[in-house]
């Protein structure tokens, strides 16, 4: 799956596409961060490894900071993977739909998401608000639970925001089936997918070069 952006001239679709563009970069940095906190989880289970085992002096809480990040990582990724069409979902059934069809079922499973998502994030603040009231803390060093609680409503407030952008796009193309695809997941075949992995991992000059590679092989095929 991948998200694309095609503005076709007009200024509604120009305003989709430069707003999903803009967001997108809130989403990349959030993930960056999610990306960062798990290398420092890594590194923080090195450094307990040696400690224990070497100097016999493990860190501290370290059970306590592990359980404290795994929000961060679990959540700050979320819409990011959301925009690229990432979560497990029905490609199977949704690839032999097309045109309106397969746009009226897109924008109905993002209605359901959106109206979820709604409810999630009305209870997370709710525990986060019970958290800071009560001060609860960890057992071991007694860190405060509320700020990895506040990430969850934080996190899934920027997921509504793409599911709305979604249900935009998916709108457009229900009444409009021809019109550009802006700001929606669209299904891909396996080579797409690998080269958009590839992009992913090693650049998008190797990407090109599978690409070549594949259009080569083809035409040997003929």
Not at 127 to 137: T, V
Request: charged share 20%.
């Amino acid at each position: 799956m991948t998200t694309k952006t095609l503005p076709d001239g007009s200024s509604s679709n120009s305003m989709l596409a430069v707003i999903d563009r803009g967001y997108s970069k809130i989403e990349n940095f959030l993930n960056g961060i999610s990306a960062l906190a798990i290398f420092c989880v890594m590194l923080l289970g090195v450094a307990q490894v040696f400690g224990r085992k070497l100097l016999n002096m493990p860190i501290p809480g370290y059970i306590d900071f592990i359980e404290q990040s795994m929000v961060i990582f679990a959540f700050f990724g979320i819409a990011y993977c959301q925009r690229l069409g990432g979560h497990v979902r029905m490609d199977l059934f949704m690839a032999k739909l097309s045109g309106r069809t397969l746009y009226f079922f897109e924008a109905l499973a993002t209605l359901i998401g959106l109206a979820v998502l709604t409810v999630l994030i009305e209870t997370s603040w709710l525990h986060f608000l019970r958290a800071y009231e009560l001060g609860d803390s960890t057992i071991d060093v007694e860190l405060p639970i509320w700020p990895a609680k506040l990430i969850i409503p934080l996190a899934f407030c920027v997921l509504w925001v793409r599911f709305a952008l979604q249900l935009i796009g998916f709108t457009r193309l229900l009444a409009n089936p021809n019109a550009p695809i802006i700001a929606v997941p669209v299904i891909e075949d396996v080579t797409e997918q690998a080269r958009h992995e590839i992009e992913d991992a090693l650049g998008e000059e190797a990407a090109r070069e599978a690409k070549f590679d594949e259009t080569y092989r083809k035409k040997g095929k003929k």
